[in-house]
């Protein structure tokens, strides 16, 4: 786990290049800052009109070629940090996985999820409380050795629906950046995340540096992240892993008429 103690990326850095943004960076101060380690995109095509259903009013599912997408993403979270503080007590190396699809409102697109599972009871709860995103406690482990990573969670949230996720999956190439307009862009290049609030629908927009895909291999032994969420996935999975991201998150804030 050598890549959750290298330092993360400076803001300042992270600011710096923008420009393969689809819009400007937001106005005013990000408010969190975070490290993303061993992630796995796995993908499959997923019925749309079901699909649709279970997006809000106010948004649009996104579809490539006329095709819905379903994502399950594992990934191991570091140097969670507010801004102005240090890493967050109890946060500070966590796993994280999300059941997640994408979604647009007009030309702004984003990510909807349908669950996040995490290993920190304080990061679910501040998750909930400020994001108003479907957090779930998890007892998880993710272990990186020899290229390879093991990676297992087992929901534990009270009341919630049950859900486990076993594999071991690893990256088979070179690192490559996604080419606008392609599936891996439309999959992977998102910056904003959508969720439902009480005042409304609410958008938290994300800064990071173009993501540095490798193809993957996967060895599932169980996965019934999808299905607990009620949802239905089609096909061979659609496989990418980054090795590690620093990422900036502005506060969530009401979408209005010119997030368009």
Not at 43 to 57: G, K, M, N, Q, V
Not at 132 to 146: G, K, Q, T
Not at 170 to 198: I, N
Request: proline residues 9%; positive net charge.
């Amino acid at each position: 786990m050598l890549a959750a103690m290298e330092p993360p990326a400076q803001p300042s850095t992270i600011l710096a290049h923008s420009e393969h943004r689809p819009r400007p960076l937001p106005r005013g101060p990000w408010r969190m800052a975070q490290s993303w380690h061993d992630l796995l995109f796995a993908h499959w095509t997923t019925p749309a009109d079901a699909l649709r259903e279970r997006i809000p009013s106010g948004l649009e599912l996104d579809t490539h070629e006329g095709r819905a997408w379903i994502g399950v993403v594992p990934f191991r979270m570091s140097a969670v940090r507010l801004r102005g503080l240090p890493a967050l007590p109890g946060a500070r190396v966590f796993p994280e996985l999300n059941v997640r699809t994408y979604v647009r409102r007009g030309d702004l697109r984003g990510v909807w999820f349908f669950s996040l599972d995490a290993a920190s009871r304080l990061a679910v709860r501040i998750a909930r409380a400020w994001f108003h995103l479907p957090y779930f406690d998890a007892e998880m482990e993710s272990v990186e050795r020899d290229g390879e990573v093991s990676y297992r969670s087992c929901r534990t949230h009270r009341g919630a629906r049950p859900a486990e996720l076993r594999q071991r999956f690893r990256p088979t190439g070179p690192v490559e950046h996604a080419r606008p307009g392609s599936l891996e862009a439309f999959l992977t290049e998102r910056y904003c995340l959508f969720a439902s609030g009480r005042s409304g629908l609410l958008v938290g927009e994300i800064q990071h540096a173009p993501w540095p895909l490798q193809p993957a291999e996967v060895a599932v032994e169980r996965d019934t992240m999808v299905e607990a969420s009620g949802l239905e996935r089609e096909g061979e999975p659609v496989l990418h892993y980054a090795r590690r991201l620093d990422v900036l998150l502005w506060g969530p804030r009401k979408v209005g008429d010119g997030d368009r």
